[in-house]
C-alpha cells in the first residue's frame, strides 16, 4: 500500500505527542481530489488541538493542521472544476474536519478548495487563515460602527501582523501592542503607525500619546485574562473592545467597572469567532478569495518568521507558545 509522511496525535499533550510516522496514502473518492501539500501553516488553533482545548476537536488519533497550499495531484471521478497540477489551498474550515494538513498529501472534496491565482506565492498562501480572522475583525465584527483608529495585542503574531497589514490597506491608524522592542520595529516596518512595548512603557500613556491625548477607536484583544479590563483606558469615547482569543484566559479584570467609571464616554465590548461564519459559507469564501487576489497583486505580504521541516511541527508549535515568533511559521513536507 503507498504511504505518506504525516503527523499523528493519539492524545492531547506538549508538543512530544506530534508524531512524524507513514500513514496511507488517501486515494481520492469520486468528488474529490489529492492535493500534494507545497506548504503548511501552523497557527494557534492547531497549538489548542494539540493541548486537547479546541472547541471543535478532531476525533483522535487525528492529523491536525488547518491550512495548506499544494498542487492537485489526482482527480476523483466525476471531478470537472479541477485539474492536476493546479495551485489550490486547503482550508479546514471548508471541510468536515478541522483538521488533516499536517501531511504530505490530503484529499478533500473539490468543491471544499479554493483555487489560487495565477502569481501568488505558494508560501504566502499557507498564511492566509490568520488574514481571515484579520478581515472579518476589521470589517465584520464592528457591524457597521465607523472607526479610524485601532490597537491590536500580540501585533507582531500571525493574526497580529494580518491586522496590521489589513488595517493599513482599510486606511486606518494602527497601533501595535508587542513585548519586546524588537516585536515593535517588526510591526513599525510592516506599516504601522505606531508601537507600544507593554512590558517596559505605561500603556495607557502611550496610547493616549500617539493619539493626541484621545485613545483608540477600537481595541483587538486577543490575549485576555485579567488585565482585559484596562484596555477601556485606552479607547476613544464610543470606542470598542474586542476580544477574539483567550491567550491568558478569559477575559477577565472589572470590566464593569471599567466602562462605568467612563459611563459618559459609551464604551462597548465584542467577543469575536470566526466561527460566527461556519454557516455563512458564500461570506466566508468570498472574502477568502479577495484575500488571494490582494496577495497575488501584492497588496498583502504575509511576513514569513522560519520555514520548518514537517518532521519539526511540534518544534514549530513550541516556538509559537513560547512567544517567539513575528509573523507565520509554515511547515514544508
Not at 476523483?76 to 483538521?99: D, Y
Not at 484566559?249 to 462605568?260: F, N, S, T, Y
Request: hydrophobic share 45%; with cysteine.
Amino acid at each position: 500500500m503507498p504511504t505518506m509522511k504525516a503527523i499523528v496525535m493519539e492524545r492531547p499533550g506538549g508538543p512530544e505527542v506530534l508524531r512524524y510516522v507513514d500513514v496511507p496514502l488517501p486515494e481520492p473518492a469520486a468528488g474529490q481530489v489529492l492535493v500534494r501539500a507545497h506548504a503548511i501553516g501552523v497557527g494557534m488553533p492547531e497549538v489548542l488541538v494539540r493541548r486537547g482545548q479546541y472547541g471543535w476537536m478532531p476525533p483522535l488519533p487525528a492529523i491536525p493542521g488547518i491550512e495548506m497550499s499544494g498542487v492537485v495531484e489526482k482527480l476523483g471521478a466525476g471531478v470537472a472544476t479541477l485539474k492536476v497540477g493546479q495551485p489550490v489551498f486547503v482550508s479546514a474550515r471548508e471541510l468536515a474536519v478541522r483538521g488533516g494538513c499536517y501531511a504530505e498529501y490530503i484529499a478533500a472534496e473539490a468543491e471544499a478548495l479554493y483555487p489560487l491565482p495565477a502569481g501568488i506565492d505558494l508560501d504566502a498562501a499557507a498564511a492566509l487563515s490568520n488574514y481571515q480572522v484579520a478581515w472579518h475583525l476589521l470589517h465584520s465584527a464592528p457591524n457597521g460602527m465607523r472607526y479610524e483608529s485601532f490597537a491590536v495585542t500580540a501585533a507582531a503574531g500571525g493574526v497580529g501582523s494580518a491586522l496590521v497589514q489589513l488595517g493599513k490597506l482599510a486606511g486606518k491608524r494602527v497601533i501595535g501592542m508587542v513585548d519586546t522592542d524588537e516585536r515593535a520595529a517588526f510591526v513599525l516596518a510592516l506599516g504601522a503607525d505606531g508601537a507600544v512595548n507593554c512590558v517596559s512603557e505605561n500603556v495607557t500613556d502611550r496610547v493616549r500619546s500617539l493619539t493626541q491625548g484621545r485613545g483608540v477607536d477600537m481595541i483587538f484583544d486577543s490575549l485576555g485574562g485579567p488585565q482585559f479590563a484596562d484596555q477601556f483606558e485606552r479607547l476613544a469615547p464610543f470606542g470598542m473592545a474586542v476580544s477574539f482569543g483567550f491567550l491568558a484566559g478569559p477575559p477577565g479584570g472589572d470590566v464593569i467597572g471599567a466602562i462605568r467609571r467612563r459611563i459618559t464616554d459609551c464604551l462597548g465590548m465584542r467577543i469575536f469567532s470566526m466561527h460566527a461564519f461556519d454557516q455563512d459559507r458564500a461570506k466566508r469564501r468570498g472574502v477568502t478569495e479577495e484575500l488571494f487576489r490582494l496577495a497575488a497583486a501584492g497588496r498583502i505580504k504575509p511576513p514569513i518568521f522560519a520555514r520548518l521541516p514537517l518532521a519539526e511541527a511540534g518544534r514549530a508549535q513550541a516556538l509559537i507558545e513560547a512567544g517567539k515568533v513575528q509573523g507565520k511559521v509554515i511547515l514544508k513536507p
